[in-house]
Structures are given as C-alpha cells and as structure tokens.
C-alpha cells in the first residue's frame, strides 16, 4: 500500500491530464496550471527557506569528520572535513552539493552467521544519486531550447554532447538513458533492500514515480509518439511572455507531460523535495568550526545579575572579620 | 546566525538570475513561429500536375516522423541498396534526400532551417550532403 497509493497518484494525475486534453481543456492544463504551479513553487520555496533562515542557531554544531584546528602547531588541521575559515566550510559545502561528499562515505550493515556483525562500504546509493541529480540538471537545462527565442550557443553546445553518440533519429541523449537507469535504481533499492523497504513512506516513492513519469512522458514524445513541437514551442514562448496562447494540434502526451511537471513543481516547497534549498541551510554542514577561537554568545540569554566576590567581601567584610575568616582585601 | 533576511535575498536573487535568465533573454524578440515556404519552382510544377500539393507522406507524417524516415531510408540504400519506397497510399517513389526531398524543397532557408533553427536542431545530415541551390519561386 504504501507503493501502491503514491502509484495511483501519479497514474491518476495523467489520467487527468489525459481526460483534461480529450474534454478541450487545454486552456487550463496549458496555461492555468503552469502559471499557478510556478506561482506556487516559489512562493512555497521562498517560505520554507525564510522559516529555516530565522530559525536561531546560536552556537557551532558542525559535524567535525577530520581533526579540529589545534593551537599546538605540529597537529595537522583536516582544513575540509573540520574548517575553522569561511573558505574550509565553502569547499566543503561545494563538495557536499556537487558531488555528495557524505553520502560517498555512506556504510552497510550486515549481521552474519556467528553471530557476526560486518561494516561496509556501501557507493552505490551515492554513484545512484550523483547519477540521478547531475542528469535531472543536465536535462532541465537543455530545456531551455524550448524557453528561448534564439537558442544560445552554450545550450546547444550541451545538446551536442548530450547525443555525441548519435544513435537513432531524433538522436539519443544519453541523460535520458542515466536518469531513466539511476530512478529505477533509487525505486528497486527501497522495495529489494528489506530495511530500505521498512523505513520508506508514501512521501519516498511519489516523487520517484512523479520524476519517472516525467521522464517517460518526455522520453515518449522524442521518440515514439510525436509530438507538435513548434506548437509546442509556441505556447511555452507565450507563457514565459505573459501572452499565453494554445496552438492547436499539440498532441496530449505533451499536456500529460506538462501537468505532470507542473504536478512537480507544486509538491517541491511541500516535501522532502526542499532538500534542494535545505542542503545549503544545514547547521552541521555550513559553520566554521570554530568554538575555540570565537566566543559564540546565545543571543537571548537573560541577563544574569552577577555577585562577584569582590562585591561580596565589600559587603561582608566586617563580619568576616569578626569571624576570623581571611580576606583579600584588609 | 539569524540572518532570514540575507538567505532569502539570495534565493530571490537565485532565482531571478536563474529561472528569469529565459524571461529577460527573450525581451525585445518577437514570439514567432516559424512559417515555412512551400513555393519552389518543383513543387508548384506538381500542384499543377496532381491538383495539389503533397509529401511522399501525409504533412501532420511528415512533420513529426521525417527524421526517422530519413534515416530508414538511408539504412534502406546504404545497406541493403533498395531504393524504391512505397508510400502509404501504394505510390512508388526514389528514395533520394539529394534526388527526391532536396528537388522539391530545393529551399533549405526557408523550409529545412526555420524550424530546425527555432528548435535549436543541429541535424548532421550537411555532414555528408550539400546543400542545393537555394531555389524559390
């Protein structure tokens, strides 16, 4: 069920979108829809980053995987893994964002026969992973043909090594194959691996089924049932000028495609999607560790009325006197 | 590290520079589709002799599908030196790109380039073949 449901969904919603093109809506599902979902995404996004950012974090909790800047100067500084300089957490935020540095050390547990419990180095979530977003990228970028009045040259450039195979006609890219491959991939791990399987929800599997039915829809109208791509063109030309217009004879694979996307789009700011903008925002990842040489104050601490024992012996000492006790001050 | 303010001026910014980057590279070019030309001096010579002006294939066919059969029929001649091809409505034609597509559409600019060009499509077939003498009516 909890497989099933997010599948239903995501069939629902071209089911939808399919029923919407055949009963001549292409009107709302080509120009409504898109317009609120984008409308939607980035307001959506803009809240959730504006609630994380004022969320206070008064002190440093990096996660420290290397050894910490040391005043005894022959210990070496693991200057990435343990920064203490804004440049250190740079580098190792560019490596978490680009290439996933923490999922690379990802590990797999496994109990043997003894009983024996085994750690292991487990890479293929991380190379799944790397494979999937560096290919989703690539593809939304070279998108941008259809965004644009005259394509720019970087863009083509892309496209060309894209296809630099030059298989089939229209030529194959080798991004839809990756994605296509590294989803499936992403989806078999939660059902084959049974612990995977335990933990993961109906939120885990929607977005697998939504992005490869994206990709499917985009895959068959490239390929297989073609689509009116000037048409195509056009309209999306005329959303991003604000003067919509709806060509006839599109075709409703492009609509399922379209509605899909924009499905994508209006789920972002509400899920796990967020990660997107989240990655930059985690505390443990984007502060310089560096407690030792910067007093970091918890801004809302109450102002403690201090008794310091200097003002006590003033208040006392007479008494203290008296009592034979020792004083600092005579 | 309260700083909401400053993280969202860069996602706004982000964004802008990104997403927007389509929206103000587009300003100031007009939104239009290409429209292709179908006036050269071969294709009018068979309007005259048929009645009407038509593809090996129907157009709806032939605009979504012409790659594939471009490379059937280069597959067909290359490999298997067949170059009769029966159209859907039992006509025999020569299958050519230079011969048979080229003759009437003798105007690679306005017909081949417009919407290859809208589309930012590179196809290699000028990689082997050239280009004919722009001829139009």
Known sequence: ?330 | MKNAGTIVIVVVVGFVAFFGFPFYYNIGKANEAPKLKFDTPAILEWEKVNGKKECVEPKEFMRGEHMQMLNQWRDSVVRNADRVYVNSQGRSFTMSFQNTCMNCHSNKKDFCDKCHNYLGVKPYCWGCHIAPKEKQS
Do not use: C
Request: net charge positive; aromatic share 14%; proline share 6%.
């Open chain 1, 1 to 330: 069920m909890k497989i099933l449901l997010p599948l239903f969904a995501v069939v629902a919603l071209v089911v939808i979108a399919f029923v919407g093109v055949q009963a001549n809506l292409q009107a709302f599902f080509g120009i409504v829809i898109p317009y609120a979902a984008v409308a939607i995404f980035i307001i959506g996004f803009i809240v959730r980053v504006f609630r994380w950012g004022s969320s206070p974090v008064p002190f440093r909790i990096p996660t420290t995987a290397g050894q910490m800047k040391s005043f005894a100067p022959w210990i070496k500084q693991n200057k990435i893994d343990n920064p203490s300089s804004r440049l250190g957490v740079f580098a190792r935020m560019a490596l978490e964002v680009l290439v996933f540095r923490s999922l690379f050390r990802n590990t797999k547990t496994e109990l043997h026969d003894g009983p024996k419990l085994v750690y292991g180095s487990e890479k293929f979530l991380w190379l799944a992973g790397l494979a999937f977003h560096w290919s989703f990228l690539i593809i939304f970028v070279r998108h941008f043909r259809f965004f644009m009045q005259d394509v720019p040259t970087v863009i083509q450039i892309m496209e060309s090594l894209d296809s630099f195979l030059q298989i089939g006609a229209p030529l194959l890219y080798l991004t839809d194959v990756v994605l296509v491959g590294a989803v499936t991939f992403l989806f078999l791990r939660r059902v084959v691996m049974p612990q995977i399987k335990f933990i993961s929800l109906p939120a885990d599997y929607f977005p697998l089924f939504l992005i490869l039915g994206i990709a499917l829809s985009g895959i068959l109208m490239r390929y297989f049932t073609k689509v009116h791509i000037v048409g195509v063109k056009e309209l999306v030309m005329g959303l991003l000028s604000f003067s919509p217009v709806i060509p006839a004879g599109i075709g409703s694979v492009f609509y399922i495609h379209l509605f899909l996307v924009s499905a994508l789009l209006i789920y972002f700011p509400l899920s796990k999607l967020m990660h997107m903008g989240g990655v930059f925002l985690s505390p443990t990842r984007n502060m310089a560790n560096n407690s030792r040489e910067v007093r970091h104050i918890n801004p809302w601490n109450y102002p403690v009325h201090v008794h310091t024992y200097q003002e006590y012996e003033d208040e006392f000492r007479e008494k203290m006197k008296k009592a034979g006790l020792p004083v600092e001050k005579e």
